[in-house]
Structure formats: structure tokens, C-alpha cells
């Protein structure tokens, strides 16, 4: 079984910087790609970014392209997200996935943790 969880959430001004982080458990021999997405009131969810978790290979949307790094801590089985120059229309949900394979759609994932609100304030 794997868990996630994410942390790091919260509100905050335009222009402003959070940083994510998501700790995993469990089995790690499926642990091919971790990834973060977002959802917001209406919408689908959204990928944002994905790093491998053997070779650090990263992907991003080209939304948050400069303004958003993840990164992942293969000792301490964690992957952050630093979020920076935030936008008002990056209010969202939050959350971290685990893959078996690269991938960068919502349905290659199969695990996901409970997610973490972003809101930020223009």
C-alpha cells in the first residue's frame, strides 16, 4: 500500500512564493514517477508537474514554466513543489501522485494524496 500526504498549503498575496511538500510511504518498487496536479472550483484537474523518481527527469505545464520547480528527496521519500510569482489563477486544490510509469495525464497515477488548498489573493 502507499500513502501520501501533502503539506505546505495556505493563502497567500500575488506575486508571493508557498512551497509543497508530499511525504511517501509504502511500496516503492512501483515509484516510477511522482507528480503534482491541481483542481480548481469547476475545472478538471490539472497537471502541473512531474519528476522521476530514479533520474530526477522533470516535466512542467507550460502555465507554470519558470515559476515552479518540484524536486524529490529519494533518503527521505519526499517530493516538493516551490511555487513562486503565484497568480490568483493558481487557487487551487493541490495534489501529489504516484505513477509506475513517465506520465503526465491524471489517469497513469495510482496514488494520490488528500490534497492542500493554494489560495492566492490578488
Known amino acids: 500500500q502507499v500513502q501520501l500526504v501533502e503539506s505546505g498549503g495556505g493563502l497567500v498575496q500575488a506575486g508571493g512564493s508557498l512551497r509543497l511538500s508530499c511525504a511517501a510511504s509504502?511500496?516503492?518498487?512501483?515509484?516510477?514517477?511522482m507528480g503534482w496536479f491541481r483542481q480548481a472550483p469547476g475545472k478538471e484537474r490539472e497537471f502541473i508537474a512531474a519528476?522521476?523518481?530514479?533520474?530526477?527527469?522533470?516535466y512542467y505545464a507550460d502555465s507554470v514554466v519558470g515559476r515552479f520547480t518540484t524536486s524529490r528527496d529519494n533518503a527521505k521519500n519526499t517530493v516538493s513543489l516551490q511555487m513562486n510569482s503565484l497568480r490568483p489563477e493558481d487557487t487551487a486544490v493541490y495534489y501529489c501522485?504516484?505513477?509506475?510509469?513517465?506520465?503526465?495525464?491524471?489517469?497513469?497515477?495510482?496514488?494520490w494524496g488528500q490534497g492542500t488548498q493554494v489560495t492566492v489573493s490578488s
Open positions: 509504502g511500496r516503492t518498487d512501483s515509484r516510477v514517477t
Open positions: 501522485a504516484q505513477s509506475s510509469r513517465i506520465a503526465t495525464i491524471a489517469s497513469a497515477y495510482d496514488y
Open positions: 519528476i522521476t523518481w530514479s533520474g530526477g527527469r522533470t
